[in-house]
């Protein structure tokens, strides 16, 4: 039986080696690749087409929603499984919305990483236990129906601060306005990237625009 091809994107190596061992020792699997960041994922994508794509949820510099929507268009014969941290449950919300076929938590055994390896490198899904737990609070929590993924909720304080950053204003000029030190501004767009689900300015931006939020009067 031939093995099941895997790349995974994490800008830690030795999160690559270890998972690599993990999968390897059942020889079900062979790593073919290991990017730390989207520009290397295309170099490999160019060449190879993996069974198996495993992605950190927390890349330095990056948009997760844009990068898995990208995966997925250069890889559409790839599954994707997301490698999440047990605290992320947006961002695994966020990760089924760009079509994942998994989320396993950072915190599982070994057993439960080859189960989810071998279920979504065959196209199946799978999500696990800590994931799930923590999914199944969110979309309680934020009433989410099965149609449509609630938004984020905000508040009028961060939703102004949210205006403001995508409008342009910089944090000095946002924290004078609103009589705020720029240090409580940066926490706001901290908190702003979290519940959104993004990694930088420009995933606001473009969260922004997609919500009506600019020209919201």
Known sequence: MSKKSVVVMDDFPVVALGLKSILEEVHEFELKGHAVNLY???????????????????????????????????????????????????????????????????RASKEEIVKAARTVSCGGT???????????????????????VKKPFFSNREYMVLKRLTGGDNLSKIAKDFKLSPKTVATYRE???????????????????????????
């Open 126 to 148: 799978f999500i696990s236990g800590t994931a799930a737990e923590k999914l199944t609070a969110y979309v309680v929590k934020n009433d989410i129906g099965t149609a449509e």
């Open 40 to 106: 290397a994922m295309r170099a490999i994508l160019k060449h190879q087409t993996p069974d198996l794509i495993i992605v950190d949820s927390v890349l330095p510099r990056s948009d997760l929603g844009a990068t898995l929507t990208e995966l997925r268009q250069r890889a559409p014969f790839s599954n994707i499984l997301l490698f999440c941290a047990a605290d992320e449950e947006y961002t695994s919300v966020l990760g089924l919305r760009c079509g994942v076929k998994g989320i396993i938590s950072k």
């Open 191 to 217: 908190r702003l990237m979290q519940k959104i689900g993004v990694r930088t300015l420009a995933g606001l931006i473009r969260y922004a625009l997609q919500n009506d939020i600019l020209s919201d009067s």
